[in-house]
C-alpha cells in the first residue's frame, strides 16, 4: 500500500483550491437511482470512494460516463440487478445509501451490511426502522439486508431517536418516490443533507425543511435526471486550515463555503488564527505565531464536527496550553490518539474524552493511518515534527482527500507519496 514521506516543513503558505465534498457527493451519486433519465454531476472529487461508488452503480447496470476527472454522468433509468455486493460495499459506509432507492425504485433490495472507517459499532438500525416504517419487509441474512415492498413505500412520520446523517439521507430519498407525505423528526441537519434535498427537488422531487430537524418529503410518482454541482468539502477546508494554524502559516481555500464552516472557524479563531471570509474563500492567517489550544466537544450540526476531530487533536498537541477534546458520536474514534503519542504527543485518554497538555515537540516517526481523518492529523503532525514522519496504509486518507500531497506541496509542505512496488 501507499504511503507518505512528509518532513518538517515551513509555514504552510498560498492557495489551495478546494474539492467537492466526499459526503456531498456520494449520496448525490446514489440518488441517481431513482431518476428516470441521465444525472449530470459536476465538482465530484476525484477519489477512492467515488470510484466504490460508480463501480457500485455499474454493478447494478447502470451506464456511466466519466466525461472528465470530476464530472460524471449517471443513466440509472434500466437496472439489471439491486444486490449491492460484500466486495464493494465493505470498503465503504455510505454503500448502504442505496438501499432506500432501490426499493422506493424497484420494490427489492439486496445490500451487504457496510463498511467505511472503523471508528465505531456503525449499526443501520435507524435505516431499517424507517423504512420498514414506510412499509418495507426486511431481514438480515448472512451478513445482507434483504429488503422487499408490495407495491410502492408509504409515506410515514418517522422520529430518530439518534441524529444520523446517513438514516436522514437514505429515508429523504426512498420517501421522494413513495406514496403521500413523509416527516423526519430529529433529522440530521448537516450541509450535505441539504445538498442532497436541492439535488433532489432539482430532479422533480418535494422535500423540504432539509437543514432542520424537521423534514418533510411529499412522494411524487417518478423523478427525472438533473445537472448537479456537488457542494464544497467542509471538512477538507478545515484540513487544510488546521494545517496551516499548525505550521504558523497563511493560507487561503479558494472554492470553499464558509457558511458550512461556523463551528470550525470559530475554534480556529479560538486558537489565534485570524479569519478572513468571502462569498467563496476563506483566509487564515497565524501571524507567525504559534495555535493556543482550544476546548471542544463533538455533536451533530451546526455544533463541531466529529470529522474535524482528529485535526484538532494535533493542533492541541502542539498548541500552548492544555485543552479537552470530547467525542459524543462514534465511540472509537481515538485511533490517532496512540500515533501521536508516538511521536512525542502528550494526551491522555479518559474515557470519551483526550486531554492534552500542549507544547509537545513532534518528532518524525513511522506511523500507521487507521482512519481518514485520523490519517489526516497524522499528515498535519508529520509537517511540524522534527525529522522524518512515515505515514503507512494511507488507504483511508485516499478514499477523502483528492490528491493531498500535490495541494500540500503547492502550500511549500514536503511531502512525498511513495508507491508500493507491486509483487
Ligand atoms: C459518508 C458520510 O456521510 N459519512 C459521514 C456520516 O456518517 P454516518 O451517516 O455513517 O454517520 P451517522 O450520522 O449515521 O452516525 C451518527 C451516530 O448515529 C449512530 N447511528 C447511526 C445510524 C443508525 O442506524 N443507528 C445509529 O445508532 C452511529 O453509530 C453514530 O454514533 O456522518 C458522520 C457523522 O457526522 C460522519 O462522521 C461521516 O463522515
Ligand atoms: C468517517 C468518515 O467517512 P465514512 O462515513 O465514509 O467512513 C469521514 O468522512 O470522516
Not at 470510484?51 to 457500485?56: A, F, K, M, R
Not at 434500466?78 to 460484500?86: E, F, G, P, R
Not at 518524525?364 to 498535519?380: E, F, H, K, N, P
Request: negative net charge.
Amino acid at each position: 500500500m501507499d504511503k507518505l514521506v512528509i518532513t518538517k516543513s515551513p509555514p504552510l503558505s498560498g492557495s489551495v483550491t478546494i474539492s467537492g465534498a466526499k459526503n456531498a457527493a456520494l449520496p448525490l451519486l446514489i440518488s441517481s437511482l431513482l431518476a428516470d433519465s441521465t444525472c449530470s454531476f459536476s465538482n465530484v472529487p476525484a477519489l477512492r470512494d467515488i470510484s466504490t461508488t460508480l463501480l457500485l452503480l455499474k454493478d447494478f447496470g447502470a451506464k456511466v460516463n466519466q466525461v472528465d476527472k470530476n464530472h460524471v454522468e449517471i443513466d440509472a433509468s434500466n437496472l439489471s440487478s439491486v444486490t449491492a455486493s460484500y466486495e464493494l460495499v465493505s470498503t465503504m459506509r455510505a454503500s448502504i445509501l442505496v438501499l432506500g432507492p432501490l426499493l422506493a425504485k424497484h420494490g427489492k433490495a439486496n445490500v451487504s451490511l457496510p463498511g467505511g472507517c472503523a471508528i465505531g459499532a456503525r449499526p443501520v438500525d435507524l435505516h431499517l426502522a424507517g423504512l420498514e416504517k414506510m412499509g418495507a419487509k426486511i431481514e438480515v441474512d448472512e451478513g445482507y439486508i434483504r429488503a422487499e415492498v408490495d407495491g410502492r413505500l408509504k409515506g410515514a412520520r418517522i422520529f430518530m431517536d439518534v441524529v444520523s446523517v446517513g438514516a436522514t439521507e437514505n429515508l429523504m430519498m426512498a420517501a421522494s418516490l413513495a406514496d403521500g407525505e413523509t416527516i423526519l423528526e430529529n433529522a440530521a441537519r448537516e450541509p450535505e443533507i441539504v445538498d442532497l434535498a436541492n439535488c433532489l427537488n432539482s430532479m422533480g422531487a418535494n422535500v423540504s425543511g432539509a437543514g432542520t430537524d424537521h423534514i418533510k418529503i411529499t412522494g411524487v410518482k417518478s423523478l427525472k435526471g438533473c445537472n448537479y454541482s456537488v457542494l464544497p468539502d467542509r471538512i477538507e477546508t478545515g484540513t487544510f486550515l488546521v494545517a496551516a494554524a499548525v505550521s504558523g502559516g497563511r493560507i487561503r481555500c479558494e472554492k470553499a463555503d464558509p457558511s458550512t464552516l461556523d463551528a470550525v472557524l470559530s475554534k480556529l479563531e479560538q486558537a489565534g488564527a485570524n479569519i478572513t471570509l468571502g462569498d467563496d474563500w476563506i483566509e487564515l492567517d497565524m501571524q507567525g505565531k504559534s495555535p493556543k489550544a482550544v476546548n471542544l466537544r463533538t455533536v451533530p450540526h451546526p455544533g463541531f464536527p466529529t470529522d474535524m476531530q482528529a485535526q484538532f487533536m494535533t493542533l492541541n498537541a502542539v498548541a500552548q496550553g492544555a485543552g479537552v477534546i470530547t467525542e459524543t458520536i462514534f465511540e472509537n474514534r481515538f485511533m490517532h490518539v496512540p500515533e501521536l503519542k508516538r511521536m512525542g504527543a502528550e494526551i491522555e485518554l479518559e474515557g470519551n474524552s483526550a486531554l492534552s497538555k500542549g507544547g509537545s515537540k513532534l518528532r518524525g516517526a513511522q506511523v500507521m493511518a487507521t482512519d481518514l481523518r485520523a490519517s489526516a492529523s497524522l499528515v498535519i503532525a508529520g509537517l511540524v515534527a522534527d525529522g522524518e514522519t512515515t505515514v503507512n496504509r494511507i488507504y483511508h486518507l485516499d478514499r477523502g482527500y483528492e490528491a493531498i500531497e500535490h495541494k500540500l506541496s503547492a502550500l511549500g509542505a514536503n511531502i512525498k507519496r511513495v508507491k508500493e512496488k507491486q509483487a
